[in-house]
């Protein structure tokens, strides 16, 4: 959680089973989106994350 915070996550943090759930093709580095797949209310979402990121592809 402290990496994904460091990361670029200042508006939202994910809950520790939803980033535990995060695979490498949910990930857009392009377009700076993660993609939560199921989230607490059985929701699927993208999330934005900072150019930290990003720049380490």
């Given at each position: ?10 508006c939202f ?25 199921m989230t ?14 990003a720049l380490?592809?």
């Open positions: 959680m402290l990496y994904l915070t460091n990361c670029g996550f200042h943090i994910p809950r520790v089973g939803e980033a535990l759930n995060i695979k490498v093709s949910d990930i857009d580095f392009q377009r700076k989106l993660i993609f939560l797949r607490k209310k059985c929701k699927q979402c993208l999330i934005p994350f900072g150019d930290e990121l380490n592809t």
